[in-house]
């Protein structure tokens, strides 16, 4: 499976992207899917994850998003989206998808995750 994300971007405090990551070569579905992101200096962070179909559409965010942050799928578009609102400057990151096939209790685990979209930019000012 191959991946590409989009939909980054500048934002002011305050505002609301939507980040795509879209697949191909085989279906999403199959798959456990996870958003995480990178800031300059710091190590690649979890962010959220969708459990694959099948699996009782399960989500799970870090405390740090939870409230603002929605992940879906659509498995119609082989695509899975992250709608971030009430962005904050501490979200300015390279965000990247990824997909894994292992427990859904690992899904937080960057190590877990087979194949990596190319990223795509947040940034948010103050």
């Known amino acids: 499976v191959q991946l590409q994300a989009s939909g980054g971007g500048l934002v002011q405090a305050g505002g609301s992207l939507r980040l795509s990551c879209a697949a191909s070569?085989?279906?999403?579905?199959?798959?456990?899917m996870g958003w995480f992101r990178q800031a300059p200096g710091k190590e690649r962070e979890f962010v959220s994850a969708i459990s694959r179909s099948g699996y009782g559409s399960s989500t799970r965010y870090s405390d740090s998003v939870k409230g603002r942050f929605t992940i879906s799928r659509d498995n119609a578009k082989n695509t899975v989206y992250l709608q971030m609102n009430s962005l904050k400057p501490e979200d300015t990151a390279v965000y990247y998808c990824a997909v894994t096939q292992i427990l859904w209790s690992y899904v937080e685990d960057t190590r877990r995750y087979t194949t990596w979209g190319q990223g795509t930019l947040v940034t948010v000012s103050s």
């Open positions: 070569g085989r279906s999403l579905s199959n798959f456990h």
